[in-house]
């Protein structure tokens, strides 16, 4: 495995030095194996633990567990691109493909950090578990009114002609009185409705709809003959009730398999809960999460574009800014000069024009100029969007504008590093 290793190291240096310094052939696999080892940890331990809770504090403690070895993998990377791809070291990496680079740093990056959530997506191949969101609530739904066919309930203090006392045909035997249960799937068996009379071919029409749900979510069924069914729901025969839960009430159901169906149910609920075991399917989660290696491979395509001193001082003029602006907004604000939100927003766009002057317009030395033009690039995704603040546009669109600046920021900021280091003559 050494030497098989050791023959595609040597050849992709020779032939491909780009994917080399990328480290492609060494990351890109502890990833991929990594991430496969913990789904199928994943799948087992949804298909074996029965309380949701446990089973998201298994997931949480495995990602905990994760979280030492994903800093030394985000360690191992940062340190071999500083080694090999950087301006100190090369002068055609990485400004031939900067902006290729960049990507890849984000999706190298994107495949470490999420390596503590890998266990979730386990859960995505267990059987019963619906997929669908929109599809999911609908069919609860409609399981949760057409439980009533399936799960029967009976008082011992009824007389029995009232037996079972929420499901009897009428007097004329025409239709059926029934109370529909809106089944609850968190914390009791059903909620009594109130009482209804719908006609034998609506029942069998709820009942052959119900077999097909809940066959979705690997409801296994004593018999799938609808009018078996209505036959002993509104005589009793073939219904053995249990009386096993301690109340007054005596139960029975057509359902085969009934608490691992309700498991299944209760799975894709919390699949589609933002809160709890399955969050890692939600979009909301991943558009935040993103920016954390999104914002790791932009600053890592700079330090590697840039003078490690002039990095240094640059991430030196980030942490002053804020805190420059801060004060002089204060005082503005105490002498009531500079108020609200608009006030606040002219004075940030004062101060980035103060920075691009020094960067691009003022008769300043290069190494200032440069030290500015960095700060900028690294503050300007962030400054742009707060300035605008752009009232039309709702949270995902705010979120989208401000990515994209980033984006273009790093491409034309492509051409800037270039002029500067590349041919500082000229600059």
């Known amino acids: 495995m050494k030497k098989y290793y050791q023959k595609i190291d040597t050849y992709l240096l020779a032939r491909y030095p780009n994917i080399w310094v990328l480290g492609v052939h060494i990351f890109v ?20 633990y029965k309380g949701i809770y446990s089973l998201d504090d298994s997931f949480e403690q495995l990602g905990l567990a994760m979280v030492l070895p994903v800093i ?15 301006l100190r070291v090369h002068h055609f990496l990485p400004f031939k493909r900067r902006f290729a680079f960049f990507l890849s740093f984000w999706l190298i990056f994107v495949g470490i950090t999420s390596l503590p959530f890998s266990t979730y997506f386990g859960s995505y191949f267990t ?48 239709s059926l009185m029934l109370d529909v249960h809106r089944y609850n799937w968190d914390f009791a068996k059903y909620y009594n409705g109130t009482p209804a009379q719908i006609t034998l071919q609506e029942a069998e029409k709820e009942i052959a709809a119900f077999f097909v749900i809940a066959k979705r979510y690997n409801a296994e069924f004593k ?11 509104t005589t009793e025969k073939g ?35 933002d809160r709890q075991v399955f969050r890692m399917f939600n979009w909301e989660f991943w558009r935040y999460y993103s920016l954390v290696g999104f914002s790791l491979a932009f600053l890592l395509i700079i330090y590697c574009s840039t003078s490690k001193g002039e990095f240094g001082w640059a991430l030196l003029v980030c942490a002053l800014f804020p805190t420059v602006y801060g004060i002089v907004a204060g005082l503005l ?63 995902v669109e705010f979120f989208v504008f401000a990515f994209v600046m980033g984006l273009v920021t790093t491409y034309l900021y492509s051409f800037y590093y270039q002029y500067q280091y590349l041919h500082p003559g000229k600059s």
């Open 29 to 48: 696999p502890i990833i991929v194996v990594t991430f496969l080892a913990l789904v199928i940890i994943g799948a087992v331990l949804v298909n074996v």
């Open 72 to 86: 030394l993998l985000l360690i191992l990377f940062i340190i071999r691109q500083a080694k090999y791809n950087a």
């Open 127 to 174: 059987p019963g578990i619906n997929h669908d969101k929109k599809g999911y609530f609908e069919d609860r739904a409609l399981m949760g009114k057409y439980m009533t066919h399936f799960y029967l309930k009976k008082s011992r203090y009824t007389t029995s002609d009232d037996q079972p006392n929420d499901y009897r045909l009428s007097k004329r035997g025409s």
């Open 223 to 233: 018999t799938e003959n609808v009018g078996s069914i209505l036959e002993m729901n």
């Open 239 to 273: 219904i053995v009730w249990d009386n096993s839960n301690g109340t007054e009430m005596d139960f029975y159901t057509h359902i085969a398999n009934l608490s691992e169906f309700e498991r299944c149910v209760t799975w894709s609920k919390y699949y589609h809960n």
């Open 333 to 395: 604000a105490i002498l009531d000069i500079l108020d609200g939100e608009t006030g606040a927003q002219l004075l940030l766009a004062l101060f980035t024009g103060a920075l691009i002057y020094v960067a691009f317009i003022g008769n300043y030395k290069p190494k200032l100029k440069r030290i500015f033009g960095i700060s900028i690039n690294v503050m300007l995704p962030i400054l742009l969007p707060i300035i605008v603040n752009i009232e039309m546009l709702d949270e």
